[in-house]
């Protein structure tokens, strides 16, 4: 028995998104680039929401980023989350620009600060889908 336990909802890839979990198994972090208006945009979709544009390129994130936001989910929740609380949920500002949501490890809830630097890693979790995740910022920023 290992210490990371399946997520109670895995993924499935789709043609928008199957580049991204592709280079996630290979431990880097895609973010979408807009065509039409270069906006980054996280988590893939085919048009971009703020002009339209269904043309984007893929731009290799660093994985550095800070804390935005986040919170920590605590029960009631729906029965399948139940052996998961308390659990955190972060918003992570990246250093390219864009924003996305995941979770923290290898980090007490209660020392989870807004903020703080991280860095992404990368968990396993069924043969297809390996999923971003992020601990404090080991390397010096
Ligand atoms: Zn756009």
Not at 20 to 29: D, N, P, S, T, V
Not at 64 to 69: A, P, Q, R
Not at 90 to 98: A, D, H, K, M, N
Request: hydrophobic content about 35%.
């Amino acid at each position: 028995m290992t210490t990371q336990s399946k997520p109670v909802v895995v993924p499935v890839p789709s043609d928008e998104d199957r580049e991204y979990w592709e280079a996630a198994k290979q431990g880097k972090l895609l973010i979408q680039k807009c065509g039409g208006c270069n906006r980054l945009r996280h988590f893939p979709t085919m048009g971009c929401p703020h002009c339209g544009t269904m043309k984007w390129t893929w731009v290799q994130a660093s994985g550095k980023g800070t804390i935005y936001s986040w919170i920590i989910v605590h029960p009631p929740v729906l029965p399948a989350f139940q052996d998961k609380v308390p659990y955190n949920v972060i918003l992570v500002q990246l250093e390219e620009g864009t924003r996305m949501i995941s979770n923290m490890v290898e980090c007490p809830n209660d020392q989870i600060k807004i903020g703080m630097p991280v860095e992404v890693v990368f968990e396993k979790v069924t043969e297809q889908i390996t999923l971003p995740k992020f601990r404090p910022a080991k390397s010096a920023r």
